[in-house]
Each structure stands twice: as C-alpha cells, then as structure tokens.
C-alpha cells in the first residue's frame, strides 16, 4: 500500500508531529513538532517539518496520518483546530502516491500486536494471554479507545467512540460525586471523567462532597501534583476514585470484545499514576464484572510506558500494512 519514504503523522488539536520512515521496516524519524496556530493548513505544517528535516529527509513518496477524530467524509475538521485533514489534497500537494488518513487509536492498536513486555507496566498480577482480542484506551485530552482483533489471517482493528457513552455511579458515595459533577452538554459521559479536563470536574465535584460548597476546578496537572504529594487529601481521593472509574471502564471494554490477550491504557495521564492504579481500587473494579469474575482474573491490565506508541504503530501500519484490517479515509493516484 505505501512506497517509501513514508510520511507519518500524528495531529492533535494542539500539535502535530511528523516523522519520515525512509524505507520498508525502519522505525520513523521525528522530523518536528508543530503547533496548529502556527500554520493555516496541515501541508503548510508538513512543509515546514519537512524543511527541518535538511538534506537528510529525502521527500515522501506516501503518508500515514493519524488524527485525534472520527474518519467519516473525504475531509475531516479538527475538534479543537482550524485544520481540515483530506488525505487527497495533501497527497497532490507533496505528488504523493497514496495518502491514509486514520483515528489517532487505530495506530496505538497496531502497536499493541507486538508490544514488548519492557514497554508496559503491569497493573495487577495477571499472566500475559495470547491469540485473544486486545484492547487499548487511553484518558488525556480526551478518551481514546479501539480494539484489536484476530481475523482470519488479520488482526482487524475497531476505533471505537467509548468516550462518548453515557457513565452512571455505583455506590452511595459515587451518586453524591455524580450530583455535583458539571455536566457537558447535560451528560456525564465516561470523556467527561476520564481525561484531563475530567480530572478537574471530579476534583470539584469530590471536594463539594466533602466539604459541602461548591469548589473551583484546578487544573489537571495540579490535582495530579497535590493528589500524589498528598497535599490536598481531596485531591488524593479524586486519583484513587479516577482510578476505580477507570478500572470499571476497562473491564467493561474487555467485557465487550471478549479481551482476554489484555487490556492496554496510554494517554497522557496513565503513565503519571501509575503507582495510584497499582493501589488503589483498580483491579477490583475491573474484576467486578458478575458472573464473569473469573474470566476477568485472567486478564491482563498494563499502562502503556513506551515514549511515542503512537508511532511506532504507525511504522506497523506502514511496514506490515497487509496485516491489519481498519477504517480509514484511504487516496490512491489513479485509483
């Protein structure tokens, strides 16, 4: 599917990196990061990338972007950018052969087909399973999630909206957190926890219950900050609750594609607190799932702790592209 060099992406809504894969089964080599606001269009960030390269970035002959977005039309709108991504008009700004424009998670599963045990921190003593479905998800700026799974001859890979399902309490304390949570757009959805700007809602929220007044939100990495040094007790409570909240999610996840090779967490926040997962309510949570509690034991939960897992996956996708099946918006010349 791709003629190297390849051009590889990974565009958020706040920055976007590119490296360049210079020929069948090397690993890509960052190029630059980019921010958004400081380019009208992703090719003119490509082309500035590029340029930074020198004479060592031989020019791309295809590209694989991934975006922090759903791939449903031939151009897609960033959520938080002014950037429209359409594979077809950056492939004939660069005379490109073909151009692959997929969901940022859909990389992040590809590298979790072959992802070493010394790239991942196991979060409860569970033994590695192979041949069953994997599932990756990440909370950061948003919540990211997508599955892999064995077919046929093909691991097919599923991006998935997760984020967006509705996210109800469980016990007497949750439904008083729940009460008090700022809502988005009238729900709670499990986005609207789990992630960055989640953090801050269920810090508020955890800290009204407490004390019985409205709380202003703090920002993620201060709850994160004061909730691991233990210098806000409502802090430290808001991490071990988003560590629960997070366990009962990933269950459900691996409840729902029959995950039994694992469950994978990446995103931003993860990998910061590690240590609260470890301890906290985690694992339990995840292994509540009556009257599959046994089957939930054996499978595997780890933080993803590999720098860049988003590229490395696209290098899978570029270098064994006949391995996987995904959705993506996909531009062939001629085709």
């Given at each position: 599917?791709?003629?190297?060099p390849?051009?590889?992406?990974?565009?958020?809504?706040?920055?976007?990196?590119?490296?360049?894969?210079?020929?069948?089964?090397?690993?890509?080599?960052?190029?630059?990061?980019?921010?958004?606001?400081?380019h009208?269009?992703?090719?003119?960030a490509?082309?500035?990338?590029?340029?930074?390269?020198?004479?060592?970035?031989?020019?791309?002959?295809?590209?694989?972007?991934?975006?922090?977005?759903?791939?449903d039309?031939?151009?897609?709108?960033?959520?938080?950018?002014?950037?429209?991504?359409?594979?077809?008009?950056?492939?004939?700004?660069?005379?490109?052969?073909?151009?692959?424009?997929?969901?940022?998670?859909?990389?992040?599963?590809?590298?979790?087909?072959?992802?070493?045990?010394?790239?991942?921190?196991?979060?409860?003593?569970?033994?590695?399973?192979?041949?069953?479905?994997?599932?990756?998800?990440?909370?950061?700026?948003?919540?990211?999630?997508?599955?892999?799974?064995?077919?046929?001859?093909?691991?097919?890979?599923?991006?998935?909206?997760?984020?967006?399902?509705?996210?109800?309490?469980?016990?007497?304390?949750?439904?008083?957190?729940?009460?008090?949570?700022?809502?988005?757009?009238?729900?709670?959805?499990?986005?609207?926890?789990?992630?960055?700007?989640?953090?801050?809602?269920?810090?508020?929220?955890?800290?009204?219950?407490?004390?019985?007044?409205?709380?202003?939100k703090?920002?993620?990495?201060?709850?994160?900050?004061?909730?691991?040094?233990?210098?806000?007790?409502?802090?430290?409570?808001?991490?071990?609750?988003?560590?629960?909240?997070?366990?009962?999610?990933?269950?459900?996840?691996?409840?729902?594609?029959?995950?039994?090779?694992?469950?994978?967490?990446g995103?931003?926040?993860?990998?910061?607190?590690?240590?609260?997962?470890?301890?906290?309510?985690?694992?339990?949570?995840?292994?509540?799932?009556?009257?599959?509690?046994?089957?939930?034991?054996?499978i595997?939960?780890?933080?993803?702790?590999?720098?860049?897992?988003?590229?490395?996956?696209?290098?899978?996708?570029?270098?064994?592209?006949?391995?996987?099946?995904?959705?993506?918006?996909?531009?062939?010349?001629?085709?």
């Amino acid at each position: 599917m791709f003629e190297f060099p390849v051009l590889v992406g990974d565009i958020g809504g706040t920055n976007a990196r590119f490296g360049l894969i210079e020929s069948r089964g090397a690993l890509p080599r960052l190029l630059s990061h980019e921010a958004t606001a400081d380019h009208p269009h992703p090719s003119r960030a490509i082309q500035a990338s590029l340029a930074k390269g020198g004479d060592r970035a031989p020019p791309p002959r295809s590209a694989i972007l991934a975006i922090a977005g759903r791939i449903d039309g031939p151009e897609i709108q960033l959520t938080n950018a002014h950037w429209k991504i359409a594979g077809q008009r950056i492939a004939e700004d660069f005379g490109l052969s073909a151009a692959v424009v997929v969901n940022d998670y859909v990389p992040v599963a590809a590298g979790a087909a072959e992802i070493e045990p010394h790239d991942l921190t196991p979060v409860g003593p569970c033994p590695p399973a192979s041949g069953g479905a994997r599932v990756v998800l990440g909370p950061g700026t948003g919540f990211g999630a997508a599955a892999l799974v064995p077919y046929s001859a093909h691991l097919a890979i599923v991006s998935t909206e997760a984020g967006h399902t509705d996210f109800g309490p469980s016990d007497a304390f949750e439904e008083k957190v729940w009460h008090a949570l700022e809502r988005v757009e009238d729900r709670i959805t499990v986005e609207s926890i789990l992630s960055g700007p989640g953090l801050s809602r269920l810090h508020a929220a955890v800290a009204h219950v407490r004390t019985g007044q409205p709380h202003e939100k703090l920002d993620p990495a201060a709850v994160t900050e004061a909730g691991l040094n233990a210098s806000d007790p409502h802090a430290a409570e808001t991490l071990e609750l988003f560590g629960r909240l997070l366990g009962r999610v990933c269950g459900d996840l691996a409840l729902t594609f029959l995950a039994t090779s694992g469950v994978y967490i990446g995103g931003g926040i993860a990998p910061r607190i590690v240590k609260v997962l470890q301890e906290s309510g985690f694992r339990e949570a995840f292994e509540r799932k009556a009257p599959f509690a046994g089957m939930m034991r054996q499978i595997p939960t780890s933080v993803i702790t590999v720098h860049d897992p988003a590229f490395r996956g696209l290098a899978a996708l570029a270098n064994e592209g006949a391995k996987f099946v995904y959705h993506g918006q996909v531009w062939r010349k001629g085709a």
